[in-house]
């Protein structure tokens, strides 16, 4: 597509529900990228994939936070057994793989805001 | 590791013009970002720099020193719009990191005044 499309946008669930976040990258973008913003916060980097493999997972934040990619497009982040403490926006992003003009920076969807409550 | 650091907040008036700090520790430096991010929105890019020198993009400008792991960017001519976060990362290929991968300092809110 286009640009990087997230959803849901917004989801709200009840503190130990597991939860499905999915991220569609740009067609051709062979780095995708996780990460969770909490209110006034910085980025924290979650995972990072490199195609369907996984070769940085080392932001995920508990076993309960686990992700997947498929066919090198859609990622989905599932987070089990959800808390509080989850509630952030979680923001996907693509890169090229590929070192142009730009230094291959990111391109970001515009992040599912998850409150769990 | 990397080590990130900018101002976490800012004012100006409008029309003014404002420069925002960015200094970083990275052992394989190979680029430096500067994203705006407006609130309740994703960040959106605004400039790259990967040598020495300063970098124009109409009333954006962004400056970089390699050898002293330092960074600026430049907002002229202020506007209200302006108001936002404005995150600088930087791009670590050494050894032991994710080829890509930017590392993001906390974010500068910038508010405008009018």
């Known amino acids: 597509g286009a640009g990087v499309s997230q959803s849901p946008s917004n989801k709200v669930t009840e503190k130990g529900k597991d939860v499905e976040l999915r991220c569609d990258p740009i067609s051709g973008h062979t780095a995708l990228y996780w990460y969770r913003q909490s209110l006034g916060q910085g980025l924290e980097f979650l995972i990072y994939?490199?195609?369907?493999?996984?070769?940085?997972k080392s932001g995920l934040p508990s076993d309960r936070f686990s992700a997947e990619r498929t066919g090198g497009s859609v990622s989905t982040l599932t987070i089990q057994r959800t808390q509080q403490e989850d509630s952030a926006v979680y923001l996907c992003?693509?890169?090229?793989?590929?070192?142009?003009?730009?230094?291959?920076?990111?391109?970001f969807g515009s992040g599912t805001r998850l409150t769990v409550v | 590791g990397q080590n990130i650091d900018q101002p976490t907040e800012m004012t100006a008036t409008e029309g003014a013009i404002v420069q925002i700090n960015c200094t970083y520790q990275t052992s394989g430096f190979n680029g430096l970002f500067w994203y705006q991010q407006h609130a309740g929105e994703a960040p959106t890019f605004l400039s790259y720099?990967?040598?020495?020198g300063l970098e124009e993009k109409g009333r954006f400008s962004s400056f970089l020193s390699r050898s002293k792991g330092y960074s600026y960017l430049l907002l002229k001519e202020l506007q209200m719009k302006d108001s936002a976060s404005y995150l600088c990362a930087v791009r670590d290929d050494s050894r032991g990191s994710t080829l890509g991968r930017l590392y993001f300092g906390r974010g500068t809110q910038l508010t405008v005044w009018p």
């Open positions: 720099n990967v040598l020495d």
């Open positions: 992003a693509s890169s090229s793989g590929i070192t142009g003009a730009q230094g291959d920076g990111y391109t």
């Open positions: 994939f490199q195609g369907n493999s996984a070769p940085d």
